[in-house]
Structures are given as structure tokens and as C-alpha cells.
């Protein structure tokens, strides 16, 4: 039989997976779960891809505030334009926070840049983005830092029946334009943050507010109910913004950053879901010791 | 090979759906669509089934309102309740005409009804109407009233590896209940008005407020563009409040209510996408006259 799990060594990680694997597909188990009820949600910064040092969306997001504020020079003494001008590290901490005035200016910050814009010019540049920029620390676009196990996850999932989703608390429409190429994803199972938009004239543009608020922290269940009308029975995420993601589902996993050398050892902004994982008896993921690769 | 529409009659709307399948799965030809781009979407209410005298939603929610009219009387003097006790179509006819007045009182009466209900008792609630309620005109349930030319072209789009969506100005929640069993589509393939959701101590509730509006003229593409990425490649509906999705796709088909014998013969709300049909050469289907046969 082939080994789905190729990239994951031997160990508690790869053991309680397929064991989950086991139960949800075994009709009469304790733990069958009904195929239509197989939603898998994953978050993506730091769970399937490198996420420091700051994630590839808000770099990609600070450049074109950054670019706002240089034009608009009223807005640079505003946040979150003043923080990302200053690099002011305790803005993006209290956002991490949620802490309501932080995400209120920050939310408005990112429906404001691309006002009126169509997904054309929108996608146009992100594709461009994601060609030009490189990683510091690796060297490489940020596509090619997709974890190899996770892939391998994704795979092995839909090998059980399962629909795997994306919930971010990024932007849902930059991880469309790499969705299917980077992930094998159809854009529809991205969820995350995003804007209204209004149709007029036969086109689609960009409104001013997001919708239905940040998919962080409590956003996340929220944002994966509107989209699949369920709870996820499988969910992934490395921080305590998916908390609450991973204490709706049935089998949930938090990926741990032990690895200096192959990737980044941090535990910053996942002290709470490392203390949730083992309140609730979560799988925990070495990077170090249950991965035998970690890029393609 | 097999007949995928057996149901259709030999006619120009059969050979207009053929020739549309070969022309968006032969790679080099002029209408071939990307894989990923092969999205559908389709109306409900007078496109999936019977929505005469009135749709199957609108019946659910005016039995919901007027019953919280009757328990508050004070409701019994505003739109929509007033409406609806008296039975006042001009009410209905202007919510059909997106006027915003009654857009907005209809849109408060729905995320009021339902605040604070969890997913599992509103399903309920839906699962006990869908049960005990039959239709006057035909005596069955209505998910008895599906259209079967309908189901066998959605089977031949997923076999030409489209994805096929339902989007409806009804309820999103109240068609995720019944369209795996009657649709056999998966839960996050419905599109619709919804409400906002809170998750709050490990609870998923209704809110009090639409999320993205209606989805009804403009807010079609709106909701589907949200949920896919994409404008749809395919769009079958057949009213006014469809021409916006319609005309987004690269075949749009409009369903033509012209079979007094076995379903019912009418035009209303659908004079302007008639029109608009014609102006852009999408496919008119006459139940009449291409559907052999109209039920299951």
C-alpha cells in the first residue's frame, strides 16, 4: 500500500492521523464521520507555508499601505499606516490581539487600498507579487515555501472523502491566485478575509468594507460556516488566532516551530493553542521530528 | 453513448446544450473553458422547482413572520407583516422590483426572525416544513417537485468537470438542508441570502443582520464572485431577477414556464429576461417543448 504520509516520520503525528484516517472512514466506528460531513479547514500562514518573518500577505499588504501613505502623507500619522511606516512591532502585536481599535483600523486600512478595483487588477498584482518578491531567509519565491507534508495531508484527505479548505485571517482573494497552482485548491474552498463587492455596469469591483469581518480568532468558524454550512471535522492552524477553528473539529492538529535549522524555531502569538492542544488532547506536529521533509 | 439529457427533447435548446459541451471541453476550440473555470450556477426558485403560486422560501418565511406577528401585534401594522396578513401582493411585487424600501424591511424581517437560533434549530425547523407542507397544486412535498430535465443537466455538467452551484435569492440555510438529498450537491455549492453568524463559547448563532445582502439581481454575481472567485461560466435561471448572473456567463439558458398541463403557464417577473434572452442569444427552454418529461 502506498504511504499517503510519505514526508512524515514515524511518531505519535503521523500514528494519530491515519488512525483518524481509520475511524472516519470505517462505517459503525466510534469515529465515522458521513462524507458529506468531511470538511477539512486548514489556516495558512505558518501551518502551510513559512510565516516569518512576517506573513507573505501582510508584507504584501504593508507594501501597498506603505505605498498609500507615501501618496497620501495624511496618512501616515494614522494606523495602521504610522505603525507599518515606523515598524511599530505593537500595532501588529495588538492586532494579533484582536484588539478592537487595532483591527477596526486595519480593516479599513485594507478595504481602502483596493477600492473600486476589479479582481482583474487586483490578481494582476498579486501574480506580480508573488513573481518578484523572494524570501530573505530561503531565497525563493513564497510559493516554493509550501510545506511538502501538508501537500501530502491535503492529498490524503481527499484520498478519504475529505474537502479540504483554506480559512486565513489573510486576504481570501490573494490565496485564490495561488490556490489551485500552489495547493491543488479550487478557488471556492479558500475562505478568509475579503471585501464586499458591488456588480454595476456588468463588472465586478471592490467595496469599501470587508465582509463579515476578520476570518481570525471567532471569524474563523464563522467564515467556515458561511461557506460550507458546517463545522470542519478535521481542522489544522499553528497559532491562537485558530483556537477556535480547532475546537470545532473532531480531529485537530497544531503545527509546532521547533526547527531552526530547516525552517524557524518561535513560539510567539501560539502559547495559547499549545496549552489548548494539550487541554484538548489536540495532535501536536514537531516540524523537527515528525517531518522528514519540509519543502518540495 | 449515453444520452446524459434524456429527459430533453430533440430541439435547438438539446443540440444548443450539446454543442456548448463539446465546444467548453475541446482544448484549441473557440469556446473551450479551463478546467477551473468550469463553474454553473443556477437559480432555484422556477429554475430547480415548481415556485407557483409562491416559492417554496417564501412560504416558509411568511408562515415564520406571521406567526411572529400574531405573537407580537405591534409588528402587525409594518412591512413585511402587515403584507402578509393581508395578503397584500403589491408588497411582494415591490420586493420583486428591488425597491429599496421594501428590500430593507423584508431583509430585517428575516435576520430578526431567526436571531440567536443555532444552525441545528433552524435545519430543524426547515426539516419539520419540508415534511409536513405539501404542495396544493400537486399534493407532494416539494422536493418532490424538482425538476428532472434539471437534475440530468447538472449530472452532465459535473461529467463535462463542471462545478455546479445553486444561487437563489431564497435562503441559503433553508436549500443547504435539503441539497445533498434532492440536489446532490454538496452544502458549500449553495449560494444565497444569509445572515451573519457568532460564534461565541463554542457555539455557532444567527445574527441579526444579512451578510452581502440579497441575493437577487446584481448581489448574483455579487454572492457568486464571494463564494467562487469567478464569474460562472454557465447560468441557467428564469426570471428578471436573474438577468445579472445571466448575462456574467458564456452560456446562459433562461427556463420558459409555458407548460399550463404540467407545471404552470406564466410570465410574470419574467418579462424583462425574456427580452434579455433574446438580445443576447442565450438558450430558451420551453418546458413545453424540450423537456419530455418535467418530474422524477
Known amino acids: 500500500m502506498t504511504d499517503l504520509l510519505a514526508s512524515w516520520a514515524e511518531g505519535p503525528a503521523k500514528s494519530e492521523l491515519t488512525d483518524f484516517f481509520d475511524r472516519a472512514t470505517t462505517p459503525g466506528s466510534d469515529g465515522f464521520i458521513e462524507p458529506p460531513d468531511r470538511v477539512a479547514a486548514f489556516d495558512n500562514d505558518g501551518t502551510l507555508w513559512v510565516e516569518q518573518p512576517l506573513p507573505v500577505q501582510l508584507d504584501f499588504i504593508f507594501r501597498a499601505l506603505g505605498g498609500a501613505a507615501q501618496q497620501d502623507p495624511t496618512l501616515a500619522s494614522q494606523d495602521p499606516y504610522r505603525a507599518i511606516l515606523g515598524r511599530d512591532t505593537s500595532f501588529f502585536a495588538a492586532v494579533g490581539a484582536q484588539e478592537p481599535e487595532a483591527i477596526r483600523a486595519i480593516e479599513e486600512a485594507l478595504a481602502r487600498t483596493w ?3 476589479t479582481p482583474e487588477e487586483f490578481e494582476a498584482q498579486v501574480a506580480e507579487y508573488m513573481t518578484q518578491v523572494k ?13 511538502k507534508p501538508m501537500l501530502e495531508l491535503f492529498a490524503a ?25 500552489a495547493w491543488d485548491i479550487p478557488r ?9 463587492y458591488t456588480y454595476e455596469n456588468g463588472e465586478i469591483r471592490r467595496g469599501g468594507e470587508l465582509l463579515g469581518g476578520l476570518a481570525l480568532g471567532p471569524g474563523k468558524p464563522e467564515h467556515i460556516f458561511a ?12 497559532a491562537d488566532v485558530d483556537i477556535e477553528m480547532l475546537e470545532c473539529a473532531a480531529f485537530a492538529m497544531l503545527l509546532v516551530h521547533d526547527d531552526e535549522e530547516r525552517e524557524v524555531a518561535y513560539t510567539k502569538a501560539a502559547e495559547r493553542s499549545v496549552e489548548a492542544a494539550q487541554q484538548h488532547g489536540w495532535t501536536l506536529v514537531s516540524m523537527k521530528n515528525d517531518w522528514r521533509t519540509v519543502f518540495s
Open 188 to 196: 471556492e474552498n479558500v475562505i478568509g478575509t475579503a471585501p464586499t
Open 157 to 181: 484527505l481527499r484520498a478519504h472523502e475529505f474537502r479540504v479548505f483554506v480559512c486565513s485571517g489573510g486576504g481570501r482573494d490573494f490565496m485564490r491566485v495561488i490556490a489551485e497552482s
Open 135 to 147: 524570501s530573505d531567509r530561503f531565497g525563493v519565491p513564497y510559493t516554493e515555501l509550501v510545506y
Open 115 to 117: 477600492l473600486g478595483k
Open 227 to 238: 461557506t460550507t454550512g458546517r463545522m470542519p471535522a478535521f481542522a489544522g492552524g499553528n
